[in-house]
């Protein structure tokens, strides 16, 4: 499991490698061509070093996840996937547009750019959230834009990096990888510092930092430190009114942006589609007192909790949300040590044959990387190579012989001290309907100090098959 060193002038799966034109913290890009692609290709390398937090190996992973089940204009075209068993990366179009990051750093910009521009974000937002996606890392250099027409069509937004993206109707690969709330902490939305990562507004509270700044010059919420402690200041902070900072941002515009910029999800604009059309249609906006704003009652917010921590109405509507719009999801807690061999072939046999009687229901492969309680945890093996991905691409192993179309299946390696907690919040936070799980066991020793499989079964919100080999009898310890 290797991973290949690149260098220009190299081939991989029939890609040639030209120059690397970009490095970042998480990721590298490439120049690539292949003789049957004649449109301008990019390679997307992740950047996996010795001891890196997984949510980056996960992010990708979500990453060549979503992609590929999106269309249109608004994304780039996929060519081709790397697998991590040998090198992963993502093959798409080279976009030749500009980022919004340039014209970013230019603000404040002219009223009519600052429309212009959130139009199309908007429009772009409304084909993702179609596609039941919401990408929550909405960012100045996540934002593209496809050159312009000669008669002035195109110019669509294109979005890239979805590498904290939530797929509404398939697992949540970083639900387990939580220490802080994900996102940027400018951009982040309050729903999101409370780690609610499927409500599509939370795009719209994002566009709504960016109209602000790029209408004023100032970030609405400063650069906050991205802690838990720093961000919780989000669950009640409103922003000074934009025309209290640039007089002649127009009553509707301020509408708009502070609207955006509500707490609750509720009080935004119900969809993108909506938000787009009143850039378009100002005259259509019907204007309250958010238009004739003039200063932030700071205290008075704060006293008022805007978005309490506890107030589970919010939550309530999501949960609904989401698990009408999901699709059944039946997991299976794979045990891929070598006591587990007895019980592979039994768990994939079972999850065949429950696939087969709901041909809508996807299957989530989970295993668990037990971590330590206390001390430092050991991320690689003797050969250097991420514990992480080694996981996963045994996951992925074990799984091939069912030969299930991609968009069936989804590949998780958790981690934590306590497996059997930690598959069951997997399976609360992602609406598992139907968990199989193997039992290697009935020995005195297991009776005495209980099991994975026991404490699944007792814990569990949702139905639970146990699988045990047959002719199997030891004491060994549950899967991890």
Known sequence: MGRMQLETGKTLDGFLIGEKIHQGGMAEIWDVSRPDVDVPLVMKIPLILDGDDPTMIVGFEQEQMILPRLSGPHVPKIFALGDFSIQPYIVMEKLEGDSLLPRFKSAPLPIDEVIDIGARVATGLASLHRQDVVHLDLKPSNIMFRPKNA????????????????????????????????GTAPYIAPEQVLKLREEP????????VLLYTLATGERPFGNPKHTTKALLRRLYEAPTPPRHIRKDIPAFLQEIILRCLEVRPERRHPTAEQLAFELRHPEQVGLTERASREKTHWLKNMLAGRFRAGDKAPISRLETYRHAATAPILMVAVDLSSEGVPLADPLRELAGRLLATAPDARLACVNVLKTAVIGIDQLTDADGTSLHVKRLVELKDWAAGMRLPPDRV????????????????FAVNNHVDHMIIGARGSGGVRRYLGSVSTALVAQSSCSVTVVRAKHHHDDGEDAE
């Not at 110019?155 to 970083?174: E, N």
């Not at 507004?201 to 709504?208: E, I, P, T, W, Y």
Request: charged fraction near 25%; aromatic fraction near 8%; avoid cysteine.
């Open 410 to 425: 989804t590949f998780h390696v958790l981690e934590g001290s306590d497996p059997a907690e930690v598959m069951n919040t």
């Open 151 to 182: 008669d002035g069509t195109g110019g669509d937004a294109v979005f890239i990096d979805f590498g904290l993206s939530r797929h509404l109707k398939l697992p949540d690969l970083l639900a387990e990888e939580f220490r802080v709330p994900m």
């Open 201 to 208: 507004r939370s795009d719209l509270f994002a566009l709504g």
